[in-house]
C-alpha cells in the first residue's frame, strides 16, 4: 500500500502527467532501510518455538543436486500443469497498470487507486482463506470451489475490462484523465481496478494453495514455488515487452483472456491430483540425503518436548 500511499501524497498537487522525483527518491530510503532491518533477524540458532522446541537446521543440498532437481520440474506433470496458471500469473498487470490506471487517470489519482488495488489484495486474501482452510470440507472439494471463485471472479473482471475499453478505446488526453474527485466518471473504473486488486490475491492465494497442498517435504515445496515465480516473472516479462511494442490495447486485453482461459483445464487437473492428505515425508530420495539430520531433529526436539 506504500507504493500507493506515497505518490498520492507526494502527488497531490501535481498537474504532472509523471511521478515526482520525490516519490523516487522515498522508494529508495525504504528500501534500504529495509535491507538494514534485515541485520536485526535474530539468528535461527537462537530462535524457540512456543512449544520449547528449537527450531531446527536444514543442511541443504549441494549445487549440482539442486540443479538436477530443478530440471526434473520441467517433466514432472503436475509442474506442467501449474505451468499456464503461473505464466499468466503477473501476466495481467501490464494491462491493468498501463491500460486502465496508467491511461484513464491523473497522476494523483493513480496513486489513489493503488491504495484500494493492494489494500483490497489483503481484504481478497483473507476473503478465500476462510475456503481454503475450512476442514469441514475435503482438501479437494475446497481446490473444485475455489477454482469456480477464481473462474467467475476472473471472467467478470475481463469482461468488464473490455466494457471500459469499448468506452475509452484509446485512453484519455493527459488533461482530460479522470480524478478521483470527478465521481460521475472515476466511480466505475476505479471499482473495476480494486476488483482486479482483489482477483490477483484469488488467483495467487488459490496458487501458493495449490502448491502447499502437493508435498509437506519443505525443498520439494521450495522448488515447486522456485518454478512458479520462475514461470510467472518470465509471463511478467513478455507481457511488459509487448507493452512496450505498443502492441493495441484491446489486443493485450484478449491475450490476456484468452492465456487464463487456456490455464483453466491444466489449473482443474492440478486441483483433481490433489491428494486428501499429502505424505509426510522429508526424505523423498538418495539425492536428498542430507534431510536425514533434519528428520533426526525434528524427532529428538518432538521427545525433548514430551520428555518435559
Not at 226 to 255: C, H, R, T
Amino acid at each position: 500500500m506504500l507504493g500507493g500511499i506515497l505518490p498520492f501524497a507526494i502527488n497531490y498537487h501535481s498537474d504532472s502527467g509523471s511521478l515526482a522525483d520525490g516519490v523516487y527518491i522515498a522508494f529508495v530510503i525504504l528500501e534500504c532501510l529495509g535491507a538494514f532491518l534485515g541485520l536485526a533477524l535474530a539468528p535461527p540458532s537462537k530462535v524457540t518455538r512456543d512449544d520449547g522446541s528449537s527450531v531446527v537446521l536444514v543442511k541443504y543440498t549441494n549445487l549440482g543436486t539442486e540443479t538436477v532437481e530443478i530440471l526434473k520440474l520441467f517433466i514432472n506433470p503436475l509442474m506442467l500443469g501449474l505451468l499456464p496458471m503461473c505464466f499468466t500469473s503477473n501476466f495481467f498487470y501490464t494491462y491493468q497498470f498501463d491500460n486502465i490506471n496508467g491511461a484513464l487517470f491523473n497522476v494523483r489519482t493513480r496513486g489513489f487507486n493503488n491504495i484500494f488495488y493492494w489494500g483490497f489484495q489483503m481484504v481478497g486474501s483473507y476473503a478465500i482463506s476462510f475456503l481454503l482452510d475450512y476442514s469441514k470440507l475435503g482438501r479437494k472439494t475446497r481446490g473444485y470451489v475455489a477454482f469456480g471463485v477464481v473462474l467467475v471472479f476472473f471472467n467478470a473482471i475481463w469482461g468488464g475490462s473490455l466494457a471500459l475499453h469499448n468506452k475509452y478505446p484509446d485512453g484519455l488526453s493527459l488533461d482530460n484523465r479522470i480524478d478521483f474527485k470527478d465521481s460521475s466518471r472515476a466511480s466505475g473504473p476505479i471499482i473495476l481496478y480494486i476488483f482486479c486488486g482483489i482477483g490477483d490475491a484469488l488467483y495467487q492465494t488459490f496458487a501458493y494453495w495449490i502448491i502447499g497442498a502437493l508435498s509437506n517435504d519443505n525443498q520439494l515445496l521450495a522448488r515447486y514455488i522456485g518454478f512458479y515465480k520462475g514461470m510467472q516473472s518470465f509471463g511478467g516479462a513478455i507481457s511488459w515487452q509487448l507493452d512496450a511494442k505498443e502492441v493495441a490495447p484491446k489486443n493485450q486485453l484478449v491475450a490476456n483472456w484468452v492465456l487464463f482461459a487456456l490455464s483453466v483445464p491444466s489449473m482443474l487437473y492440478v486441483v483433481w491430483r490433489i491428494k486428501e492428505h499429502s505424505e509426510d515425508q522429508n526424505v523423498r530420495s538418495k539425492a536428498d540425503g542430507d534431510l536425514e539430520n533434519y528428520a533426526t531433529n525434528v524427532t529428538d526436539d518432538k521427545a525433548s518436548v514430551a520428555a518435559n
